[in-house]
Antibody, heavy 121, light 110 residues
Framework: EVQLLESGGGLVQPGGSLRLSCAVS????????MSWVRQAPGKGLEWVSG????????YYADSVKGRFTISRDNSRNTLYLQMNSLRAEDTAVYYC??????????????WGQGTLVTVSS | QSVLTQPPSASGTPGQRVTISCSGR????????VHWYQQLPGTAPKLLIY???QRPSGVPDRFSGSKSGTSASLAISGLQSEDEADYYC???????????FGGGTKLTVL
C-alpha cells in the first residue's frame, strides 16, 4: 500500500525557516518524481515544486522560487521542502504527492494527508 | 487569479448529469493533457481523471473527462450525494515551466 506522511509543519514567524519532510512507503521511491502542493485556508490548490526521481531536475512556482528548495533522499525514502524567508501568504496546508509514472507533474496519483504551516508573528 | 478558469460553483439533483468546465491556453491545455482532482471536505485531493479522459482504478465510470482545443470538461452522470466536493483541473504549463491548477469548482448535490 502506497503511503505518504508529511511532517514538520507548525507556527513560524515571518522571515523564518521551516523544513517539511514526506516519508513514503509502498513503491520504489527513486523511480518516481514527486511534488509539493499547498492549499491556503479556504482557498484552492497551488503547485509549489517538483523533483525528478533522481533529484537531478527540480521545478518551482514563481511564488516560491529563490526561497524554497525541494530535495530528496532516496536512501531514506524521504522528500523534503526547505522553506526560507517565509511570508504570511505561505500559510497553507502542504501536501506531498507522487507523480504517476507517465505524464507530467500535474498528474499525481497519491497524496499525503498534509501538514499545516502557519506564518504569523 | 488562477491560470486555468473554472466556474466557482455547480449543482445538480441526484441522478442528474453535471459538467464542469476548465479553460486554459495554448501553453497548457492546448498542448498538454488535463487532470482532474476531487477533494472531499477536510481531506487530501484524489486523482479522478488523468490524461484528459482516463480513470484510475477504482474511480466509477460515472466520471468522465474530455478535452477540445484549450478547454476541458469533467462530466459526472448519475449524480450522488457523496459526489459533493471541490473539483480541480490541472495541467503542465510550458510557458511557466510548472503545474497550473484551476480555481476549483464546488459541487453541491441538491
Amino acid at each position: 500500500e502506497v503511503q505518504l506522511l508529511e511532517s514538520g509543519g507548525g507556527l513560524v514567524q515571518p522571515g523564518g525557516s521551516l523544513r517539511l519532510s514526506c516519508a513514503v512507503s509502498g513503491f520504489t521511491f527513486s523511480s518516481d518524481a514527486m511534488s509539493w502542493v499547498r492549499q491556503a485556508p479556504g482557498k484552492g490548490l497551488e503547485w509549489v515544486s517538483g523533483i525528478s526521481g533522481s533529484g537531478g531536475n527540480t521545478y518551482y512556482a514563481d511564488s516560491v522560487k529563490g526561497r524554497f528548495t525541494i530535495s530528496r533522499d532516496n536512501s531514506r525514502n524521504t522528500l523534503y521542502l526547505q522553506m526560507n524567508s517565509l511570508r504570511a501568504e505561505d500559510t497553507a496546508v502542504y501536501y506531498c504527492a507522487k507523480k504517476m509514472t507517465s505524464g507530467s507533474y500535474a498528474n499525481c496519483d497519491y497524496w499525503g494527508q498534509g501538514t499545516l504551516v502557519t506564518v504569523s508573528s | 487569479q488562477s491560470v486555468l478558469t473554472q466556474p466557482p460553483s455547480a449543482s445538480g439533483t441526484p441522478g442528474q448529469r453535471v459538467t464542469i468546465s476548465c479553460s486554459g491556453r495554448s501553453s497548457n491545455i492546448g498542448t498538454k493533457t488535463v487532470h482532474w482532482y476531487q477533494q472531499l471536505p477536510g481531506t487530501a485531493p484524489k486523482l479522478l481523471i488523468y490524461s484528459s479522459n482516463q480513470r484510475p482504478s477504482g474511480v466509477p465510470d460515472r466520471f468522465s473527462g474530455s478535452k477540445s482545443g484549450t478547454s476541458a470538461s469533467l462530466a459526472i452522470s448519475g449524480l450522488q450525494s457523496e459526489d459533493e466536493a471541490d473539483y480541480y483541473c490541472a495541467a503542465w504549463d510550458d510557458s511557466l515551466n510548472g503545474v497550473v491548477f484551476g480555481g476549483g469548482t464546488k459541487l453541491t448535490v441538491l
